[in-house]
């Protein structure tokens, strides 16, 4: 992959990365209203609502944990644009296609092997 593309998927990584931080950041913010004593007071009067507002705070949590990984692949394809690996298939070794990268710019590995890789787990 020439320089110019690199660096255009690297600018698509960089914008994922910050929207990531951000929406990571207002759940987190969401999560310290929930979890204070003074909501807690407010809202949890019966236990049904006791129940949604520990719903709400795991499916917060649920959501942290994926965007945690998310911004790990995310750190882990720039990294493999700086070290000259990016859009490269880590099982066959080929180029993995623009239309793929585009897609789903943290990937490591193409459309056919991961076809393969699909039909191998049913």
Not at 4 to 16: C, D, N, T, W, Y
Not at 95 to 111: M, N, S
């Amino acid at each position: 992959m020439d320089a110019k593309k690199l660096q255009e998927f690297k600018e698509i990584l960089l914008k994922k990365r910050k929207e990531t931080l951000e929406e990571r950041e207002r759940y987190g913010e969401i999560l310290q209203d929930t979890n204070s004593e003074e909501d807690y007071g407010k809202t949890a009067y019966k236990y049904t609502e006791f129940g949604t507002d520990t719903m709400n705070r795991e499916q917060s949590y649920m959501f942290l944990a994926r965007m945690d990984k998310f911004l790990n692949q995310i750190d882990q394809a720039l990294e493999r644009i700086e070290n000259g690996t990016y859009g490269v298939c880590r099982v066959c070794g080929q180029e993995i296609d623009e239309k793929r990268l585009r897609a789903v710019p943290t990937t490591r590995i193409c459309f056919d092997c991961k076809q393969k890789e699909s039909r191998a787990v049913r």
